[in-house]
């Protein structure tokens, strides 16, 4: 075979060997993931409207924050499967959120939606008829995502009434780049003085198609190790956006919070104003749509942990260092809009805050980080029943409404 035959059969034999050793090591570390029940499981997939979505027929445990076991159904909703077609004497209900809507830290039963639907069924709103609550909401949206939702997915279900749930905490930030700072994500911006959506996310959308981004992704749901990598990455990115975050507050004098708590403020920052004026907008155009489809349209603002503190004197101290008066700014903005644009508002966070202070109860938060976060078993349980007892008074006369206008679009602001 002579010298150079000897010398590519032992760099081969070598490759072979390290190929060998490579995959072993892949094997054992899955191996151990699986032995110490991490999988980190992979709910989400590209999407041509929204950038990302649920991704149908996922589940795992979700150990974010609390814990849950979660299900994606068969169209990519956190909510068990529902007929496209509305079944004879229902009433449905399409709920349009984020994070607190999909609440992946509780079980699904536990959820303010379901906590509501139930509630509103025990009522009998409407003798003889079911109540069917359809659970729209995905982490990481904003109000301009829960737009595309709507008329993107949520009408083929023809839902009578729209609820849209409002995290003052961070949706109006999540609806521009220069505060989200997410490339994957649709945004609408102000162009020769109209408000259109920027396509710019449409190319990280078209990378993710093909052979190469479909061996990934068929590897991502059936590898544990690359999905903690993954996860790993998301949190890296998740620090670097939140660094960007906190100068923009800095350059407003706030070096002591972060971004998301200056919507407690009246907005100065350039940026924020801008945040504020497509939020709104972006609202009015979810009642025109809602509305153009025969539906009811409204929205309720959720709460953030520190505004339904129980314990007043850590408000008042937050308080003092933002130089506020209360933490229900952005409440009040989103209800003056309601009372302008013709659809109803329920603000939460101040009944909430009276509920926890009365009980000494935490309603955000679990274990060690108790009283931030997403809303706990109590709080959902508490939202969901105050949800249902607003809906449930006034359902009957907006559906009775939306009869009497069906097929006219309201007027603008």
């Given amino acids: 075979m002579g010298q150079n035959g000897a010398s590519a059969r032992r760099w081969l034999e070598r490759v072979l060997l390290a190929l060998l050793g490579t995959v072993v090591g892949l094997i054992v570390c899955e191996g151990l993931l699986l032995i110490g029940g991490i999988s980190c499981p992979n709910f989400y997939r590209p999407d041509r409207y929204t950038g990302t979505a649920l991704r149908p027929g996922a589940q795992g445990w979700y150990r974010g924050e609390g814990e849950a076991y979660v299900r994606i159904n068969r169209d990519g909703l956190r909510d068990r499967d529902h007929t496209l077609a509305k079944p004879a004497g229902t009433i449905r209900i399409a709920l349009l959120g984020d994070s607190y809507a999909a609440g992946f830290q509780v079980s699904a039963d536990k959820t303010f939606w379901s906590v509501m639907e139930s509630e509103l069924t025990k009522k009998n709103v409407f003798a003889g008829k079911h109540i069917e609550v359809l659970n729209f909401g995905v982490p990481g949206y904003g109000t301009a995502l829960e737009l595309l939702t709507l008329q993107h997915r949520v009408w083929k279900y023809?839902?009578?009434l729209v609820l849209l749930a409002f995290v003052t905490g961070n949706d109006v930030s999540d609806n521009t780049f220069a505060l989200g700072h997410e490339k994957r994500t649709p945004y609408f911006v102000h162009r020769g003085g109209?408000?259109?959506?920027?396509?710019?996310?449409?190319?990280?959308?078209?990378?993710?198609?093909?052979?190469?981004?479909?061996l990934y992704y068929w590897l991502l749901n059936h590898s544990r190790l690359l999905r903690v990598f993954k996860e790993a990455r998301y949190r890296s990115d998740q620090a670097v956006r939140l660094r960007q975050q906190m100068e923009v507050a800095a350059r407003s004098g706030f070096q002591e919070i972060g971004l998301s708590d200056m919507i407690y403020c009246q907005p100065e920052d350039p940026l924020w104003n801008e945040a504020w004026d497509i939020t709104e907008e972006l609202l009015v155009q979810m009642r025109d749509d809602v509305r153009s489809h025969g539906a009811a349209f409204c929205v309720v603002t959720l709460s953030n942990g520190i505004q339904v503190h129980p314990d007043r004197a850590v408000r008042e101290e937050f308080m003092r260092k933002l130089g506020v008066a209360d933490l229900f700014y952005p409440e009040r903005r989103i209800m003056d809009?309601?009372?302008?644009?013709?659809?109803?508002?329920?603000?939460?966070?101040?009944?909430?805050?009276?509920?926890a202070e009365s009980k000494g109860m935490y309603l955000h938060g679990f274990g060690?980080?108790?009283?931030?976060?997403?809303?706990n078993i109590e709080g959902n349980r508490v939202a969901g029943n105050m949800m249902a007892e607003w809906v449930g008074k006034r359902l009957p006369e907006w559906l009775r409404e939306n009869e009497r206008s069906a097929g006219?679009?309201?007027?603008?602001?």
């Fill in 194 to 214: 109209r408000l259109i959506l920027d396509e710019d996310y449409l190319e990280w959308y078209h990378s993710r198609e093909g052979a190469i981004p479909k």
């Fill in 337 to 355: 809009l309601g009372t302008r644009a013709g659809f109803p508002v329920l603000n939460l966070a101040p009944a909430l805050q009276s509920y």
């Fill in 158 to 160: 023809s839902p009578d």
């Fill in 408 to 413: 006219s679009v309201g007027g603008s602001e």
């Fill in 368 to 375: 060690a980080g108790v009283g931030a976060g997403h809303w």
